[in-house]
T-cell receptor, first 114, second 110 residues
Framework: GAGVSQSPSNKVTEKGKDVELRCDPISGHTALYWYRQSLGQGLEFLIY????????KSGLPSDRFSAERTGGSVSTLTIQRTQQEDSAVYLC????????????FGQGTRLTVV | LAKTTQPISMDSYEGQEVNITCSHN???????ITWYQQFPSQGPRFIIQ???TKVTNEVASLFIPADRKSSTLSLPRVSLSDTAVYYC???????????FGAGTRLFVKA
């Protein structure tokens, strides 16, 4: 596609449910990033993929969070047993190479846990 | 831990030049300095990147002193549409775990 695509754009879920957020990066981009942004706050790094590998998972807030990337392309961020504090916008970005050099961000998924 | 420090907010008027300075004392030798812009309800957008001295593109200029411990983003003749949050990026772990600070909220007034 022309840009980074994220789905769904909005998700409302009940506390305790699992959710899956999807990111389609720009074709050919080897690096993929997930960030979280709470209302009025800066971006919080979650995880980075180089190809299908995630060299750094230390940003994931808890073991309820996991992410995978298949075929060096699509990535899924899964949050299990959602809590209200998980409510935020989840942003995905991709770049040709690592270091967030000229990365392109998607529009994000706004997650609301009620 | 790589960390960036920027002013929390700045106000300006249309037509003025705006300079936003970021300090990044722990930047690694091989890291580039990168700035992003974010409008409300949108993901960040790449503005400019440099390694040293000065870089200019159609949107902004970036000034980096020789010690590279800081950088200044210069926006010439801002307009109302430049109202946004501006982030300079810090790097950790060789540039893979990139850190966004709180950013600088620029408000351009008419």
């Amino acid at each position: 596609g022309a840009g980074v695509s994220q789905s769904p754009s909005n998700k409302v879920t009940e506390k305790g449910k699992d959710v899956e957020l999807r990111c389609d990066p720009i074709s050919g981009h080897t690096a993929l990033y997930w960030y979280r942004q709470s209302l009025g706050q800066g971006l919080e790094f979650l995880i980075y993929f180089q190809g299908n590998s995630a060299p750094d998972k230390s940003g994931l807030p808890s073991d309820r969070f996991s992410a995978e990337r298949t075929g060096g392309s699509v990535s899924t961020l899964t949050i299990q047993r959602t809590q209200q504090e998980d409510s935020a916008v989840y942003l995905c970005a991709s770049s040709l190479e690592g270091g967030l050099t000229e990365a392109f961000f998607g529009q994000g998924t706004r997650l609301t846990v009620v | 831990l790589a960390k960036t420090t920027q002013p929390i907010s700045m106000d300006s008027y249309e037509g003025q030049e705006v300079n936003i300075t970021c300090s990044h004392n722990n930047i690694a030798t091989n890291d580039y300095i990168t700035w992003y812009q974010q409008f409300p309800s949108q993901g960040p957008r790449f503005i400019i990147q440099g390694y040293k001295t000065k870089v200019t593109n159609e949107v902004a200029s970036l000034f980096i002193p020789a010690d590279r411990k800081s950088s200044t983003l210069s926006l010439p003749r801002v307009s109302l549409s430049d109202t946004a949050v501006y982030y300079c990026l810090g790097f950790e772990g060789g540039g893979f775990k990139t850190i966004f600070g709180a950013g600088t909220r620029l408000f351009v007034k008419a």
